[in-house]
């Protein structure tokens, strides 16, 4: 079953000076074993949505459902939101016991694991994100440096193999390795288990290369819904909103301005170098 | 100058304790503008925090413009000199009005009122932040309050900008001003810029790009020099931009020249002639 979002407006501090609509309007549904991709300028309303999709906040009007469960509806977002993980844009929200193997072990063992079965998920978890369960499980969530604390966030929600895995820039402050790792990660999770991901992400490179589906969010308002073919081929409209096209579809557009023909689809090196090797043998 | 000397620091006690940094020694000269990259936990954020004096060394030395950051007289005013953009924008965020934040830092520093009021104002302009000085920090985005603690960090005018991984939340055009501001700050006003990313991309507009691996320093050289060892980089948990990496691929299959294009544009004038060509 899918996640509805049925016209989703949220307006922070209503009635106020203050008031301010951070989403306006939204209407999408995200399929089941979907990739689902969330880009937006700074302030678009991105982390907002999302924190609807496991009912943190509660809309202003309009309605989501996950699974068939109202997340309005206080018994019935219990339910929902045990088929989502959260992972938060700042991974200092989410750590908060006092090793980093407890941390991550907390989501496993509110499933109803128990203390044993929860660490051995805890540690499984911590090796795909490539944090070193015997060098790093005993020390403080404090003490990380900022790529690890994201990694053990991650961990802690990978722990606990949610069907609904909800990502808010998982790749920032991420060494080149760590996103390859997760971007493995993510890839097993759902061939093992089938299970759909949400990720909102400032990097055009990340999204068009994992992303089957991709909103775009302008001043709270879904601007675009499409494949990344349809949304990577409005280049210039993305710049207009703040945000920019993956560089390999920036070499394409440079190149297409020289002269060249280049065809709309290469927004990827895969893609590029592809497209090079059949010239070659015109 | 800052220099930085044999420097060896660990977060625990004890012989055997792990070494966040060790050995490290660098000259960052008046003027440059160097981008520090490195797997997480290779020590990049302990080193900016060396710069000053929030993080004294074990063995070895700190010494900015001459001042040794061991010296506590010497504290606050190497802290006039060197100011570090944090990778979390809420740890530096301390008040309840964006305005007031933004202060913060040259209040602290002793600057006359009147002052401030002007660097405050600038400073939220360079970020595009205007229209937020009353607005209260909490309630701001991921990325309007990164920068927020930018503005914060340019409003003590410093000789010194130092930025970890400042730009991590920000989108593509948010990203692309602060790093303007900081090359602008650079050429224009002679303002020295360390830069530490996890964007290889980023790390291309610097002088010199300095590589961390465990604690110690990898490799150091031009973007040029240093993204053409992409396997010793791969190695240490590291990448090449991905322009680099077409680069590196096409090559590999000879459907290009080996050349040392780095963006989007020297790779658009390499392949346009070969493609005119065919
Ligand atoms: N708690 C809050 N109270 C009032 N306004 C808020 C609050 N949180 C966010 N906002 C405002 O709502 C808008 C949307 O914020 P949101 O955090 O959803 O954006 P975002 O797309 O996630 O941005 P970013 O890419 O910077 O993380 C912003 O203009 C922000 O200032
Ligand atoms: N407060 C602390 N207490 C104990 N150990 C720490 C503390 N802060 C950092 N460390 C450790 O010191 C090492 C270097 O950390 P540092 O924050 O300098 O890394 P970094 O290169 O900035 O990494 P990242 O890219 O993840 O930000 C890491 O192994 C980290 O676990
Ligand atoms: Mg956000
Ligand atoms: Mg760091």
């Known amino acids: 079953m899918p996640i509805i979002v049925e016209k989703l407006t949220h307006t922070y501090m209503p009635g106020t000076e203050n008031e301010h609509v951070a989403v306006d309007n939204v209407s999408l549904t995200i399929n089941e074993g979907e990739f689902f991709g969330i880009i937006g300028h700074t302030g678009s309303g991105k982390s907002t949505f999302i924190q609807h999709l496991n009912g943190l906040v509660q809309p202003t009007s309009g309605k989501v459902t996950v699974d068939g469960f109202d997340m309005s509806d206080k018994k019935q977002r219990q339910k929902g939101r045990a088929l989502v993980g959260m992972v938060f844009q700042y991974p200092d929200y989410q750590l908060f016991d006092s090793t980093v193997l407890d941390d991550v072990a907390f989501g496993p063992k509110n499933l109803g694991q128990s203390e044993e079965e929860a660490k051995k998920s805890a540690a499984e978890a911590m090796k795909t994100v490539g944090l070193d369960p015997e060098l790093f499980g005993e020390k403080s969530p404090f003490e990380l440096s900022g790529g690890e604390k994201r990694r053990a966030a991650l961990a802690g929600i990978i722990a606990m193999k949610p069907k609904y895995l909800v990502l808010d820039e998982p790749m920032a402050g991420l060494d080149p390795s760590g996103r390859r790792d997760v971007v493995a990660t993510i890839d097993a999770l759902r061939r093992e288990l089938g299970c759909t991901v949400i990720m909102v992400s400032h990097s055009m490179e990340d999204v068009a290369r994992s992303a089957e589906r991709i909103a775009v969010l302008n001043e709270g308002k879904l601007y675009a819904l499409g494949t990344p073919d349809e949304i990577f081929s409005k280049t210039q409209e993305l710049i207009d909103m703040g945000l920019d096209a993956p560089q390999t579809a920036r070499l394409a557009e440079a190149l297409r301005q020289k002269g060249c023909d280049v065809p709309e689809s290469i927004y990827t090196n895969e893609r590029f170098i592809e497209w090079f090797r059949g010239l070659k043998h015109v | ?278």
């Open chain 2, 1 to 278: 100058m800052i220099s930085i000397s044999e420097v060896e620091y660990s977060y625990e006690d004890g012989e055997d304790a792990k070494k966040a940094l060790s050995g490290v020694s660098l000259e960052i000269r008046d003027g440059e503008f160097v981008a520090i990259v490195g797997h997480n936990g290779s020590g990049k954020s302990t080193l900016a925090k060396m710069l000053n004096a929030l993080i004294l060394p074990d063995s070895g030395t700190v010494t900015v413009f001459g001042m040794d950051t061991a010296d506590e007289k010497l504290t606050l005013d190497i802290r006039k000199k060197v100011g570090i953009v944090f990778q979390n924008p809420d740890n530096q965020i301390v008040t309840t009005v964006v305005e007031e934040d933004v202060g913060f830092g040259p209040e602290n520093l002793g600057v006359p009122t009147q002052e401030i009021r002007k660097r405050v104002d600038r400073a939220l302009e360079a970020v595009g932040m205007t229209d937020y000085a009353r607005s209260a920090p909490h309630m701001l985005s991921g990325g309007q309050k990164q920068r927020i603690a930018i503005a914060g960090v340019l409003a003590i005018r410093p000789d010194v900008l130092v930025l970890d991984e400042a730009t991590a939340m920000l989108d593509p055009i948010g990203r692309k001003a602060v790093l303007d501001i900081a090359k602008r700050m650079n050429k224009e006003l002679g303002i020295t810029v360390v830069m530490i990313t996890q964007y290889m991309e980023e790390a291309v507009i610097a002088d010199r790009v300095v590589v961390m691996n465990e604690g110690k320093v990898a490799m150091q050289g031009t973007p040029r020099e240093i993204f053409r060892r992409g396997d010793e980089l791969r190695k240490i948990r590291l990448d090449v931009p991905v322009m680099v990496e077409l680069r590196e691929k096409l090559a590999a299959e000879s459907l290009i020249p080996d050349t040392d294009a780095l963006t989007v544009e020297e790779m658009a004038e390499e392949i346009c002639p070969l493609l005119l060509k065919n």
